[in-house]
């Protein structure tokens, strides 16, 4: 059976989209958010190809086994992966 895989390259469109966007959306947000900026695009797309690899090992994040690599993810999201040693999917099993 094929395994699902996340189509990168429209997510990083679809990312490059919502950053040329993202003053209009700011704007009307209770709450503002911090500009939309390259390296945040960045961070996303990288957690995105992190998420692609863990569907791809059929890794569940909510398991026991999961919940380190879902504490990967989110910090990818927010600092990226140049302050971390990111580690292979395979290695959270």
Not at 67 to 83: I, K, M, P, S
């Amino acid at each position: 059976m094929k395994r699902l895989r996340l189509h990168l390259g429209r997510i990083e469109d679809e990312l490059r989209d919502v950053q040329r966007h993202f003053p209009a959306i700011n704007a009307v947000l209770n709450c503002r958010r911090d500009d939309f900026s390259d390296t945040v695009r960045q961070n996303m797309l990288t957690a995105y190809e992190f998420l692609d690899a863990v569907v791809d090992e059929d890794l569940d994040l909510f398991s026991d086994e999961g919940l380190e690599a879902l504490l990967q993810l989110n910090h990818l999201v927010l600092l990226g992966r140049a302050t971390i040693r990111t580690r292979s999917v395979a290695t959270f099993r």
